[in-house]
């Protein structure tokens, strides 16, 4: 089976700007989980989609938000990107039980 | 919520020696545990987990255990290679909530 894909890898956008970074999930899996991961406060959990719903939303502000599509592919979309907003996103899928199979990760950095 | 403690966060060995990463939790409710290998420029990869109706999961090299009364799991890693230079991660996760909260990461470093 294909692993998770996640585009764009690299992104490089500047203040104030929006983003959206795309999840392509394990075949079969309908949970699509999504991570910041920064050298400062490590892996944070933003949020997880399952069967197009949001089932769990982390501690992050409404500038962060997502969705996940019938074919289980998800989105992520920051609105008036910030410094702070640096980091390695990572998506990854689960079969929806408790195992998470990350993809490689879009780095984006705003300057 | 949860709050999960990992120690070392850098860990150098010789080729051959043993590795071991202990992580703690706080939730009594995580009932998930599981590893993951991050390697540079590269998403974190699953390497075994366990769950609390287990002590101990061994896969090939590396072994995972788990103290449910002492909130504690351990990862173990023997005859360590130079490929397994990378940052190890613990998480726990309570039951049914598919948030796992994450360790901050060890940093292994095998010399040849």
């Known amino acids: 089976k294909a692993g998770v894909t996640q585009t764009p890898r690299y992104l490089i956008k500047t203040r104030g700007q929006q983003v959206t970074l795309s999840c392509s999930p394990i075949?079969?899996?309908?949970?699509v989980s999504w991570y910041q991961q920064t050298p400062g406060q490590g892996l944070q959990f933003l949020f997880e989609y399952f069967s197009e719903t949001q089932r769990n939303k982390g501690n992050f502000p409404g500038r962060f938000s997502g969705r996940q599509f019938s074919n289980s592919r998800s989105e992520m979309n920051v609105s008036t990107l910030e410094l702070g907003d640096s980091a390695l996103y990572l998506c990854?899928?689960?079969?929806?039980?408790?195992?998470?199979?990350f993809g490689p990760g879009t780095r984006l950095t705003v300057t | 919520g949860e709050n999960v403690e990992q120690h070392p966060s850098t860990l150098s060995v010789q080729e051959g020696d043993s590795a071991v990463i202990k992580c703690t939790y706080s939730d009594s409710a995580s009932n998930y545990f599981p590893w993951y290998k991050q390697e540079l420029g590269k998403g974190p990869q699953l390497i075994i987990d366990i769950r609390s109706n287990v002590g101990e999961k061994k896969d090939q090299r590396i072994a995972v255990t788990l103290n449910k009364t002492a909130k504690h799991f351990s990862l173990h890693i023997t005859e360590t290679q130079p490929e397994d230079s990378a940052v190890y991660f613990c998480a726990a996760m309570p039951g049914g909530s598919y948030i796992p909260t994450f360790g901050r990461g060890t940093s292994l470093i095998v010399h040849p």
């Open positions: 075949s079969g899996h309908r949970s």
């Open positions: 990854a899928s689960s079969p929806g039980a408790d195992e998470q199979y």
